[in-house]
């Protein structure tokens, strides 16, 4: 009898310790899984659309058949062609559409039998310009008065421009701060995302960016008659910017 009872409590006591393993498995030990933190990391990506709000050309003079024929230059000649790029300057200031307008000239060779000979003079200069959208109808008036200054010239020629569009540095800085603000509202709407789907506290971390810095107009091409441009056609492009972000969940 005495065996009987012996053997029923320890019976019993065996039973109190498994409850207790049990307790203690499920209270503490997933208790103590639970609140081991989760990191993961993802890739996140924003972008706009953005327009060209600038045009630029590049107006090039150069010698015309008098000058490249021109084996040397009388110093009123060379005053004719001075005098010729000043009227140049001084119309391009008066709207301020473009930079530059100096030139230079210097003597044209042929080589023959390793004999250097001069056959006439080249002529170097340039106006770069950058014109908003609205201002196409002043500059078409700017491009026909240089016209006209150089028709007046024995010597020199000008090129017909056409205009490129471009993006402006305002533009493009003003265009990144709106990304940055897309991308961090993004990237928080995941907390909530998160916390929901995995049953825990989900924040950021941390959030590394990567900006695009190559950004190409879409254009197609208008047509330019005599010195009158046309703008080109443009479509809004897309300029992105990607993020890693990382979470911890706990």
């Not at 100096?102 to 056959?119: L, M, V």
């Amino acid at each position: 009898m005495l065996a009987f009872v012996k053997g029923l409590g320890i019976g019993f006591l065996c039973l109190l310790l498994f409850i207790a393993g049990v307790i203690f498995n499920v209270e503490f030990l997933e208790k103590k899984n639970s609140n081991q933190a989760l990191f993961f990391s993802r890739n996140i990506e924003v972008n706009t659309d953005l327009k060209p709000d600038e045009f630029y050309t590049n107006i090039n003079f150069w010698a015309n058949e008098n000058l490249d024929t021109k084996i040397t230059l009388s110093d009123e000649e060379k005053n004719q062609i001075t005098n010729t790029f000043s009227q140049i300057t001084q119309r391009a200031k008066k709207d301020n559409f473009c930079s530059g307008g100096s030139f230079s000239i210097e003597p044209n060779f042929s080589y023959k039998d390793g004999a250097q000979t001069i056959k006439g003079q080249k002529l170097n200069a340039n106006l770069e310009c950058i014109i908003k959208e609205n201002e196409l109808d002043n500059f078409n008036h700017f491009l026909n008065d240089l016209n006209s200054i150089v028709k007046k010239s024995s010597f020199v020629g000008v090129s017909i421009p056409t205009l490129e569009p471009k993006f402006s540095k305002q533009l493009l800085e003003e265009n990144k701060e709106k990304l940055y603000d897309k991308l961090l509202q993004k990237a928080y709407s995941y907390e909530g995302i998160y916390s929901k789907d995995l049953n825990k506290s989900c924040t950021l971390k941390t959030l590394k960016t990567n900006l695009d810095p190559n950004i190409t107009p879409r254009i197609f091409a208008a047509k330019s008659n005599d010195m009158q441009l046309a703008l080109p056609i443009v479509k809004d492009t897309k300029q992105s910017l990607n993020a890693t972000a990382l979470f911890v969940c706990k």
